[in-house]
């Protein structure tokens, strides 16, 4: 975006600051969280198309309810075939707004047609699955976890590599690969692929629970629950973040 980078450890001391004095906001019951939610915008005076000499980095403190208050619940998706969200060489790979910009109508007709979520395809052949809705997508094929290889138009979540990272500790292969649309209902229909699932921050692992493309609809499992790899990975995750599993990662920051 042609932003300059700003200093880790300042942002970091920054945001620890914040926390102390918003500590009273910061919810405790299962399930709960403080979202945290870094910005950065550029506060040049002008009217012109070229990047900024001037900005503001702002950090928005948001108390957050559970995510999944009856158990993880999986979702249906709708394949998009028509709208894309990025495209290689383009801004993909940024955390920036006009990426969701360019998803929000496809959202929108998917609401509307009463699906949760919906799952891009690459930009140029309509083929290869990218993400599902704001989130990074996994499945589980042959016992192994297997996600879209990092091409430039997907979003490099810290939740993907933090699910990477355990999966490879609890002994599953991971492999990222470019995995076609085609490839992936054919799996689930012969039952090689067996579990699919988003990652991001705010809902950590998302099940999904059917896809749509082309006029069908295809099912992971019939009982409407997560299946047992995404429980697991969750589990574990989020049972680091509360401080209930080991971190054997050295990811947890502690704030006095
Ligand atoms: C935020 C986001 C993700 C998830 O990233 P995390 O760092 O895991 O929260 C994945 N895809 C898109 C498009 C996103 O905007």
Redesign the pocket.
Known sequence: MAIPTVDTDFVLACLEDLLRLDVDWIPSEAGTSLYIRPFIFATDTVLGVRSSSRYSLMIILSPSGAYYAGGLKPTSIYVEDHYV?AVRGGI?AA?TGG??AA?VKSQQQATESSYDQVLWLDGIERRYIE?V????VFFVRDGELITPQLTGS??P????R?VIEIANAEGFTVREEQITIEDLIAGMKDGSITEGFG????AVISPIGSLTYDGETVFFGKDKQSGPVALRLYQILTGIQYGAVEDRFGWVHRVK
């Open positions: 969200r993909g955390k990426n969701y998803s993400e809705g704001a989130m990074n997907i979003l979540g810290i939740t993907r933090s990652s991001g921050t705010a």
